[in-house]
Nanobody, 123 residues
Framework: VHLVESGGSLVQAGGSLRLSCAVS????????IGWFRQAPGKEREGISCISSSDGSTYYKDSVKGRFTLSSDHANNTVYLQMNSLKPEDTAVYYC?????????????????WGQGTLVTVSS
């Protein structure tokens, strides 16, 4: 199983970015993808997740209404659309996969992790 994130960049506050998580080694419908982030000097936190089985999603309150998850079945890719970005969204963003297509934000329940992509939001 291999996860590759992309799309991180420097953006001004109020701007938008779309992160991608390309998944290989899983059959679509058999896993859940979580997005986590780690800001400088802080612990990693879970912010959103999606089930590839039924498309159910979860969003942490701090990103709800600004971030949206979607999935591309044909390309086995999950996207995190981030709008109205704030300086406090600055972090390394990671996607992770678990072999059960049920959403969760507990890190220990994820089996595979990507390398991370840096998002920097300037004020």
């Amino acid at each position: 199983v291999h996860l590759v994130e992309s799309g991180g960049s420097l953006v001004q506050a109020g701007g938008s970015l779309r992160l991608s998580c390309a998944v290989s080694g899983f059959t679509f419908g058999d896993y859940a993808i979580g997005w986590f982030r780690q800001a400088p000097g802080k612990e990693r936190e879970g912010i959103s997740c999606i089930s590839s089985s039924d498309g159910s999603t979860y969003y942490k309150d701090s990103v709800k209404g600004r971030f949206t998850l979607s999935s591309d079945h044909a390309n086995n890719t999950v996207y995190l659309q981030m709008n109205s970005l704030k300086p406090e969204d600055t972090a390394v963003y990671y996607c992770a996969a678990r072999e059960i297509p049920v959403t969760t934000m507990y890190e220990y329940e994820y089996d595979y992790w990507g390398q991370g992509t840096l998002v920097t939001v300037s004020s």
